[in-house]
């Protein structure tokens, strides 16, 4: 192989491995941010539905809370990321001095790590030097698979923040959608949103299992069903506490 080769597939397994993280943290900030969107304004909507016949109250809490929770949400996904970085860049630090202090035994967790794998006798010797043998190689192979720890970029808490919060506003606004339409009443807008709702979160849970494993129908129903038994203890809050004098 010519070294032209080499460079282009080198850089075809970064931009794999890169699109691979970037594609899962995208998936999962966007569950996080549209569940907890959807599911917060719909209890509330439905709360209010049950205890108040004013539109503009109802309209007053559901944006207020889309508002904070979008950037409460937001800076979750921020914090967090920024703290898994943190975390990761303290394992990278403290793996570091331990392989210049304890080289031996460090070799010896990599060759225990390999036997797990199955190697035996020469071949056991030749991966583990071979691993051994190159410091960054070396670095990242116990990160990946002693401390099971993945490296996170600075881009990422950025990402995380835009993804988390722009998901958390889509998913808020969803339950809202049927209440734009009164002319059945507040009741019809409420059974609208439980079922549009019930819809979006079944897609979801169906999407998450598609992309990853696990089965697609149980993975939306379970998904469904957690998000409507939020919004249905929501109504009964707002039906027990609007009926007290």
């Given at each position: 192989?010519?070294?032209?080769?080499?460079?282009?597939?080198?850089?075809r397994l970064r931009r794999k491995g890169h699109h691979k993280a970037s594609?899962?943290?995208?998936l999962s900030n966007f569950i996080l941010g549209s569940q907890d969107g959807l599911v917060n304004v719909l209890g509330i909507l439905l709360g209010l539905t049950a205890a108040t016949s004013d539109l503009r109250l109802i309209f007053v809490?559901?944006?207020a809370a889309l508002g904070a929770e979008?950037?409460?949400?937001?800076?979750?996904?921020?914090?967090?990321?920024?703290a898994r970085r943190k975390q990761y860049l303290k394992a990278v630090r403290s793996e570091s001095e331990e392989m210049r202090e304890t080289p031996k035994l460090e070799t010896d967790e990599v060759r225990e790590i390999f036997r797990g794998?199955?190697?035996r006798g020469e071949m056991l010797e030749r991966a583990t030097k071979a691993i051994v043998g190159n410091p960054k190689a070396w670095l990242a192979f116990m990160m990946s698979y002693e401390l099971n720890i993945e490296p996170v970029s600075e881009s990422e808490a950025r990402n995380s923040f835009l993804v988390v919060l722009s998901s958390t506003v889509f998913g808020s606004?969803?339950?809202?959608i049927p209440y734009f339409f009164t002319g059945g009443g507040l009741v019809a807008s409420a059974?609208?949103?439980?079922?549009?709702?019930?819809g979006l979160l079944f897609f979801i849970g169906y999407y998450e299992a598609r992309t990853t494993v696990g089965s697609l129908w149980r993975s939306g129903l379970q998904m469904a069903a957690i998000g409507l038994t939020a919004g249905v203890a929501g109504f009964l809050i707002g039906h027990f506490v609007g009926a007290l004098p």
């Open positions: 192989m010519s070294g032209v080769e080499t460079g282009d597939a080198k850089q594609s899962t943290n995208i809490a559901a944006f979008s950037i409460s949400m937001g800076a979750v996904g921020y914090t967090s990321t920024l794998w199955g190697y606004f969803v339950p809202l059974l609208g949103s439980v079922i549009l709702s019930g």
